[in-house]
């Protein structure tokens, strides 16, 4: 490849640590953004009559619907690998909204019928109340599936064009918008359901926002390519990454599941929703290293560069987990930002105490299931979300023995363990790739 080429080809240029900081930046921002959402919801569900039934209720319905419509959340992976047209943006929406089908017409019917007793009332052993409230949120996330999908192509469309600056204020908008929407819709809807339906009002607000700009990105892409691979190519390449990223919350999920075995199981499962959001709110960021990795190692010295940013992000974030949560700063998030009450703010301490061991696992998975995904060689991001999966319910069944354990610390370190297997499955399989395989 001559010098020239090099220059207009930027997947092919030499990679800089810079280049990572200024396409990762703005999308640090964006999950920032995104997972304060989660957070205000937390604090809104908080301050309500019933704080620890409406929390339990809001994150058992959030967990178990984005645990099995995983697939929304591969649609930018995938899009980012073969989005080359304008006709290939419909297929690809076509191919998630089919993929989604059998998954939204599960979450409809716990949300409709006795399964969601089932669910809710055997399963994370909920009260009544509680488990009613559960239903309403998952009715009303099913609504999300459509916003995700268009909203995946957009954000494809921006990354690919290194204009991540966009999805940076799109988030912004759907923060704006999530405030707002707590601060209305309490006028029609009480508890977990105003979560829900405040968390699509404001996913529905950042796609139109992002749409506004991916629009004219789209329309540079030809209308069609010569050749297209077929649906089952799009398969073949997505079901390891729907296994995986269905792992990411189910295995929260199956944590949860045996949360509501312990003695308090309400308040178990509240206090580990409340610290999974704070947790995520602060090192989710990293996950994006699957789309920096995806779209910026063009060479194999690309990866070397790609570990060290990975490496001192890890760090970065290591070192504010400890002073947020080893701190005095620890007493006024829980009591004064999230507003939890002192019996809440007590029981969740432990589980922030061990958090900061996350960043490594995390960071490292993230920035593998990346270079597999470039290379789309995904197989391998089956087996580990399965293991993943496994190995939370593993650590998490300590509760059936102890049921007098602190479920929020339980719930953190099988969820830490998790990522643990995940990391060493997928070091495995890029030692066997040598670390990086041409596409």
Known sequence: MSKDQAVKDPERSHLRLRDCYWFFLPLVLMVELNMMSKSLIHAFLARTHDPSGALAAFNAAFTF????TAASEVTTVLCLSFLKSRRDSLRLSAFAALVLTLPITIALAVAFTGAGNVVFGSWFSLGASAVEEAQQAVGLLAISSPVLIFR???????MLARRTIIITLSTLVRLLSLTV??????????GAAIGAA???????????????????????????????????????????????ASAELGSIFVINLFLGRLHTAELAIAAFGVVHGLVSLLMAPVRNLVQTAQTLVGRREDVRIMAIFTAQLVGLFTLLALVLFHTPLRDGILGGLIGLTPELASYSEPAMAISFAMAAFWGSSALFRGLLAKARTTGSLAASGVLRVATA??????????PDLNGAALGVSAW?????VETAVSTWRLRKLGWYAEV
């Not at 619907?65 to 099995?68: G, H, K, P, S």
């Not at 830490?416 to 643990?420: C, D, F, G, P, R």
């Open 65 to 68: 619907y984005f645990a099995i």
């Open 152 to 158: 995946a192509n957009a954000f494809a469309l921006l």
């Open 181 to 190: 929407s707590l601060a209305i819709l309490p006028w029609w809807l009480e």
């Open 198 to 244: 405040a968390l699509v009002i404001c996913m529905a607000s950042e796609t139109v926002f992002s749409w506004a700009f991916a629009w004219k990105e789209l329309m540079k892409l030809p209308r069609e390519r010569a050749s297209v691979e077929p649906l089952i190519r799009y398969w073949s390449f997505s079901w390891p990454l729907i296994i995986n």
């Open 393 to 402: 319910a593993a650590a998490a069944s300590v509760a059936i023995a102890y």
């Open 416 to 420: 830490i363990l998790s990522y643990a």
